[in-house]
């Protein structure tokens, strides 16, 4: 609101606005709801900082630093993308943040590469998901 309130009473210009609601709708909004759970991290230097992002986003005169207006709206993306990122690296706890993101840390260690699927192979992988092989035939290069 308090964005908004700025904007409205002029004190503020549309580009600007427009960066600091960047932010905040991808950056402090999304990770609020985390920094009131119990997950472990740095929760309270990861708030500070996307609420700093937010205000360096304030302060940063878009409508004259950029003259063209899709480098200007390429500039806010990665301004916010680069706040977003520092956050991820602020809280350090990826799986917490990404719940579905694969952990590098679970990934196996092991020197030998992986063998390259074979029909078999995928026929395999497809029972065990559920998927049935007849319709797989249908759409295949031997289909009529």
Request: glycine share 10%; no cysteine.
């Amino acid at each position: 609101m308090l964005i908004w309130f700025l904007a409205r009473t002029d004190v503020i210009d549309g580009w600007t606005f427009l960066a600091a609601m960047t932010v905040f709708a991808f950056g402090l909004a999304p990770a609020t709801p985390l920094f009131f759970s119990g997950v472990p991290g740095r929760r309270w230097a990861m708030e500070i900082w996307l609420g700093l992002g937010v205000v360096g986003a304030l302060l940063i005169p878009w409508a004259t630093a950029i003259e063209s207006h899709g480098m200007r709206v390429v500039a806010i993306l990665v301004y916010t993308l680069l706040v977003v990122r520092v956050a991820i690296g602020i809280h350090r706890e990826r799986q917490a943040m990404m719940p579905n993101a694969p952990s590098v840390e679970s990934a196996p260690r092991t020197g030998a590469s992986t063998p390259p699927l074979t029909h078999a192979g995928a026929l395999e992988a497809g029972r065990a998901l559920g998927i049935d092989e007849e319709p797989l035939h249908s759409v295949g290069p031997t289909a009529q």
